[in-house]
């Protein structure tokens, strides 16, 4: 029988290195026993054949797709997966898809139960401290878009808590792995996986690890949280050319705001069951810092570069604006 590493994610733990690093690469995988799906580099469309109402996900949307035309792609997702993890020669098959941490409990022992057949399954499950994770996911959400504040603490610790805790109810503790991400830094994100199936690292293999979805900075967070609400994604009026700009806008590094102190004590409290429950001593508690959280000012570096921007951007105009006039006349 198939041995399955499922690796749930979640979302800003390095999925997108681990993912890219072993797609990009995996005839090495294969030859050191270990088969990474084909489907892509990220198998999120095992989310799409496992979530409620698939046809209203972004990304099936985003592909102009109807009810029935997702239905029948889903199909097709779960028949292309399971011809490849029985047909392998492989012992080790990893799935890797960082949405399918999001899938309620009755997905997820649905998902539990088709793998069944095809394997024993070990999942990964990578968590991150909380203002950590706050602080990575409002500067993803702000620079792709989708967000013109920072992410709430209610989605924050629905990833440190009640998603691991519907995978453990799930799959029982054995049979779940969960990693802190800031460990997995220390030994490398995707040796930390590799390891798992009882594989050399990286280097071992004449592999390297790729890094990919690199942070921004802390000024450049503020700035496109003003964009998405003046021009929001999708919407005219929304400069690409700025959005390159703001990509490489120096300053610090991005800091969540300090939790209040009603989220400190549902964090602790939180943290405290998992340890009462599962034995997972994860992180320690945190300490009520108060409103003043320490967070440095807009950088002097960075104002000089907008300011920079805007005067290079008029000059451009002005003289677009001149060349114009000469070839109009009076």
Not at 72 to 97: F, G, K, Q, Y
Not at 128 to 141: K, L, M, N, P, T
């Amino acid at each position: 029988m198939k041995r399955i590493i499922l690796h749930v994610g979640t979302h800003k733990t390095g999925s997108s290195t681990i993912q890219e690093t072993l797609f990009r690469q995996r005839h090495r995988l294969t030859e050191a026993g270990l088969h990474y799906l084909s489907i892509g580099a990220n198998h999120w469309d095992l989310y799409s054949a496992f979530m409620d109402e698939p046809w209203e996900w972004f990304e099936n949307r985003r592909r102009g797709l109807d009810r029935a035309q997702v239905d029948a792609r889903n199909r097709h997702t779960l028949d292309v997966v399971r011809a490849e993890i029985e047909n392998t020669p492989c012992p080790w098959v990893m799935i890797s898809a960082e949405h399918l941490s999001m899938l309620p409990s009755h997905a997820i022992e649905a998902l539990r139960d088709w793998l069944a057949p095809l394997g024993e399954v070990q999942v990964v499950y990578f968590v991150r401290q909380i203002e950590s994770w706050i602080a990575s996911d409002s500067q993803q959400c702000a620079k792709v878009g989708i967000r013109a504040r920072p992410t709430p603490y209610t989605v924050a610790i629905q990833r440190l808590f009640d998603f691991p805790v519907a995978w453990l109810e799930a799959f029982g503790k054995r049979r779940v792995s969960l990693v802190r991400f800031e460990d997995a830094l220390q030994t490398g994100l995707t040796d930390t996986l590799l390891a798992l199936a009882g594989l050399p690292g990286l280097a071992a293999l004449g592999m390297e690890e790729m890094r990919f979805n690199e942070s921004i900075s802390a000024e450049a967070v503020e700035c496109f949280y003003c964009l998405n609400r003046i021009a929001p994604v999708g919407k005219a009026g929304r400069n690409e050319h700025l959005v390159g700009l703001l990509m490489s806008m120096p300053g610090s590094k991005y800091r969540a705001a300090a939790l209040s102190q009603a989220e400190v004590e549902d964090h602790n409290r939180k943290m405290n069951r998992l340890r009462a429950r599962y034995h997972l001593d994860l992180y320690p508690a945190l300490h009520y810092r108060g409103e003043d959280d320490g967070r440095a000012p807009f950088s002097e570096d960075a104002l000089y570069y907008l300011v920079n921007t805007l005067n290079d951007t008029m000059n451009r105009l002005e003289a677009l604006e001149s060349q114009v006039s000469e070839r109009v006349g009076p």
